[in-house]
């Protein structure tokens, strides 16, 4: 999807392609989604890196390569998304086993995303 400019239809098919390549633990293609300066936050990386904010797709990758990089599958399972066109922002409700979170994609001119934060419960 990165690229072009993100509407509500282009949305519709970075969501389908975001589940899948989290389906397939697929790290480097999730992260071909992000901007080279993209800021991404989340609980977890506070845990894992000791700090809650992951600046930079390459740092982002390695982040996610540390925290899911032993998984070979994951059962995600995509529970609503909204597009907001007004500020370019991606709303993703989804779940993994009993985990559920919610994540806000912004993107840039040309899809990219350049910020992400991840809200998770039970």
């Not at 293609?29 to 977890?44: I, Q, Y």
């Not at 904010?53 to 390569?65: K, L």
Request: charged share 25%; with cysteine; hydrophobic share 45%.
């Amino acid at each position: 999807m990165s690229g072009q400019a993100m509407s509500r239809a282009t949305a519709e098919g970075f969501v389908a392609a975001w589940c899948a390549n989290w389906c397939r633990v697929d790290i480097d293609a999730v992260v071909a989604h992000f901007a080279d300066d993209a800021r991404m936050r989340s609980p977890l990386a506070l845990t894992l890196t000791g700090s809650p904010v992951v600046t930079g797709a390459e740092n982002i990758r390695a982040y996610w390569r540390k925290a899911y990089g032993h998984v070979e599958r994951a059962d995600l399972k995509i529970l609503s998304w909204s597009w907001d066109d007004t500020i370019a922002r991606l709303t993703v409700w989804w779940q993994l086993g009993d985990t559920r979170a919610s994540e806000f994609m912004d993107f840039d001119d040309a899809g990219r995303v350049v910020r992400s934060e991840a809200f998770y419960g039970k």
